[in-house]
């Protein structure tokens, strides 16, 4: 008796440790997210050396934000500097991020059909590929 009690405790504890709340999953996936999403508060954006107002960088985060994610390029060892100063005419918007003490840079670089977002932090870079209407049709 006592052996079936203690299976069906531990059972129960395994159970809700296997199946978290949903607030500390979403937690946990935000952490490896590719295209995180941004607070306009916690980041400054730049365009051409000048910073964007108040309200057009809360604009430009929301349809960042709302972007749809189409693909990641892959960097090969070696290759990063090709994406951090790619050989285009287009002006990228930079943000620059601060979560904790982690200094994120961000380029995004909008064009006709796509979006390019290049991520570095510290000597590590990612890029991947979005879309979004208003990035790609009002903001060049």
Not at 26 to 45: A, G, R
Request: charged share 25%.
């Amino acid at each position: 008796m006592i052996w079936t009690v203690a299976t069906i405790a531990i059972a129960c504890i395994f159970k809700f440790l296997l199946s978290p709340p949903s607030a500390f999953v979403e937690w946990f996936e935000s952490k490896f997210e590719l295209h995180q999403k941004l607070n306009s508060k916690d980041i400054t954006v730049t365009f051409n050396g000048k910073n964007l107002g108040e309200e057009e960088k809360s604009r430009f985060t929301d349809y960042l934000n709302k972007a749809s994610f189409l693909k990641k390029y892959y960097i090969f060892p070696g290759n990063e500097m090709l994406f951090l100063h790619p050989e285009t005419n287009v002006i990228p918007f930079v943000i620059k991020v601060k979560r904790g003490k982690k200094d994120v840079n961000m380029f995004v670089y909008s064009y006709d059909d796509h979006v390019d977002v290049v991520r570095q932090y510290k000597k590590k870079v990612v890029s991947y590929c979005l879309r979004s209407d208003y990035l790609q049709k009002h903001i060049h």
